[in-house]
């Protein structure tokens, strides 16, 4: 079979398109940070207190990577790690204000670069697009 006819080689294909497209939007618009730290970024917004562990499982990276890409965020001041009580080997990793402040001025600006990425798309697609991507995804659970 074709390479081109492989569903999972066309999702890792629109994958790292998207990621080249958002960073260079990133990088054009002078954001500062990569789609990775935008992403953890996000993550964090939404489930402030995460610990380092969870917040790999949530985001599907290794916790090596989200150790240097913490480091990087800690040292732009968008985020901190706090102790948590009773457990001294984990930290949860909070939003700073300034954490905050980042995501709530740029997220209109990321917003209007990922409908790029729906275009031409209906309201169902997108349905049938989430479910058979959430199918896929069951498949490898």
Do not use: H
């Not at 499982?57 to 001041?77: E, F, N, V």
């Not at 985020?79 to 949860?92: G, H, I, L, M, N």
């Not at 204000?97 to 409908?115: A, V, Y």
């Amino acid at each position: 079979m074709d390479i081109e006819r492989v569903i999972l080689f066309q999702i890792d294909k629109t994958s790292k398109l998207s990621k080249l497209y958002s960073q260079r939007e990133f990088d054009r618009i002078g954001l500062g940070i990569t789609v990775d730290q935008w992403v953890l970024l996000k993550i964090i917004g939404e489930n402030d207190g995460l610990t380092q562990k969870e917040l790999a499982a949530k985001s599907y990276r290794d916790p090596a990577s989200i150790t240097r890409t913490l480091d990087i965020l800690g040292k732009k001041g968008l985020v901190e790690r706090r102790p948590v009580p009773k457990d001294r080997r984990q930290y949860s990793i909070c939003l700073k204000p300034e954490g905050s402040k980042f995501i709530d001025t740029n997220f209109p600006l990321i917003q209007q670069m990922r409908s790029k990425s729906v275009e031409g798309l209906s309201e169902q697609d997108l349905s049938d697009l989430m479910r058979i991507l959430g199918r896929i995804q069951e498949n490898f659970s």
